[in-house]
């Protein structure tokens, strides 16, 4: 059984720029959220894909977006970045119903913004 | 008011020792609490995760919750210096789609 995959691990980018953001679900695991992390702090949610359809958000403005694609894996997209964005994201995994709070994450994606 | 409060520590604890850590919420209707560890540049790893007013046991680990009080905490007996991370405490949301997590709490177990 394979865990959350993330990539890329490590990335750097400048203000304005665009990123993507990809993630592998744990095998049965049909539900992904994703949560950004900044530096001393507790991950918060940024939103939660099910069926492909995004089914909750948290409160992150529309540059973040998002898509889940047949297989279960998911996109995390950020427009126009700004220095504020530099942060941990990261992807967690889980069952439906009663599950769903019952998270795996993977490793995640560090992103700096310069 | 934060969602959820943790003291940011360090806390800090000889080995052999019980760790006890503690964690707030706001919201009364709030039904599903979590525990997760996070050592420094990794991921969060579950714990445990509690439902009902009470304790739960799951070797080393305690999960106590009392809803009435509004608190979670967390015992660690018998610490060990690879207890040594970040202990994050989460509420599960009324529509199960997400967790709110407080700032941690970091351990430190000293040899």
């Known amino acids: 059984e394979t865990g959350v995959t993330q990539s890329p691990t490590h990335l750097i980018k400048t203000r304005g720029q665009q990123v993507t953001l990809r993630c592998s679900s744990q095998s049965g695991h049909n539900t992904v959220s994703w949560y950004q992390q900044a530096l001393g702090q507790g991950p918060q949610f940024i939103f939660q894909y099910y069926r492909e359809e995004e089914n909750g958000r948290g409160n992150f403005p529309p540059r973040f977006s998002g898509l889940q694609f047949p297989n279960y894996s998911s996109e995390l997209n950020v427009n126009a970045l700004e220095l504020d964005d530099s942060a941990l994201y990261l992807c967690?995994?889980?069952?439906?119903?009663?599950?769903?709070?019952?998270?795996?994450f993977g490793a995640g994606s560090r992103l700096t913004v310069l | 008011q934060k969602e959820v409060e943790q003291n940011s520590g360090p806390l800090s604890v000889p080995e052999g020792a019980i760790a006890s850590l503690n964690c707030t919420y706001s919201d009364r209707g709030s039904q599903s609490f979590f525990w997760y560890r996070q050592y420094s540049g990794k991921s969060p790893e579950l714990i445990m995760f509690i439902y009902s007013n009470g304790d739960k046991e799951d070797g080393r680990f305690t999960a106590q919750l009392n809803k009435a009080s509004q608190y979670v905490s967390l015992l660690i007996r018998d610490s060990q210096p690879s207890d040594s991370a970040t202990y994050l405490c989460?509420?599960?949301?009324?529509?199960?789609?997400?967790?709110?997590f407080g700032g941690g709490t970091r351990l430190m177990v000293k040899p």
């Open positions: 989460a509420r599960g949301g009324n529509a199960g789609n997400m967790l709110t």
């Open positions: 967690a995994s889980s069952l439906p119903g009663v599950q769903t709070n019952v998270l795996t």
